[in-house]
């Protein structure tokens, strides 16, 4: 047995894929697949600010791909929203300032819609959660995972339609949280009464650190596939 670290990469069948979305651009992204059985929910990665380094390859949703379709038989998808680059490449376009993004998650959703990807679920991370929460109420979706929200663009309309729709939303908010802290955001949530916000201690806006990146990939498994939770910290190599 090895011990899971932070660069630790769990076998998958990985794909890169693209995404064309309803004004005619292509996003770039990857698929990451179980490595022997189906998967059994899936995560649509939504990045942080790309005018602020964010993009598919983000630490977290990385760490996501890395490790969640062999330990938890989840699938994750990851793509670079419009104007935005990664090692996958650069997706056609230019930043929306969050309002032409909407396109881009429709593109996702029609994707894992045309592939049966199953129960997805919206993985947003800071400007990602802002996304999620504009433009996720699709009848696709399961529920939203929210890593960081700054609830900067998301009005509080966009609150009051996933507190009347009553799908699950989950934001996970550091302690220490450049934008939004646990106290406000338990009060601006309160416009979601479904809605269950989660203080991580010690944690700030990025998840830097290996011990916040295991909350954070624990906490959306119990939500998603949570058969596999906890998940484990150690990998039989010999399954690879």
Known sequence: MAEIRAASVLPARREDITLTTADGLELVGELALP???????????????PTAEGMMDSHVLRKASFRLPALADVAVLRF??????????TSDGAFGHGED?????????????YHDLPHPWLLGWSFGTE?????????????AILLSPP?????????????????????????????????????R????????????????????????????????????????????TEWDEGDE
């Open 151 to 187: 609830l900067h663009r998301a009005t509080d309309a966009d609150l009051d339609a996933w507190g009347a729709d009553g799908r699950p939303v989950v934001a996970l908010v550091p302690e220490f949280d450049d934008y939004l802290r646990p106290a406000e955001a338990r009060e």
């Open 80 to 89: 670079n929203t419009r104007g935005t680059s990664s090692a996958r490449g």
């Open 131 to 143: 996304l999620a929460l504009k433009w996720g109420l699709d009848p696709l979706v399961e529920g």
């Open 35 to 49: 490595p022997e059985r189906p998967p059994v929910a899936t995560l649509l990665c939504l990045h942080p600010l």
């Open 101 to 113: 993004e909407k396109l881009d998650v429709a593109a996702a959703l029609e994707y894992a819609e």
């Open 189 to 232: 949530f309160r416009r979601v009464p479904q809605a269950e916000v989660v203080a991580v201690e010690g944690a700030k806006h990025l998840w830097v650190g290996e011990p916040y990146v295991r909350i954070v990939l624990d906490a959306i498994v119990r939500r998603v596939a949570p058969g596999a939770a906890p998940l484990p």
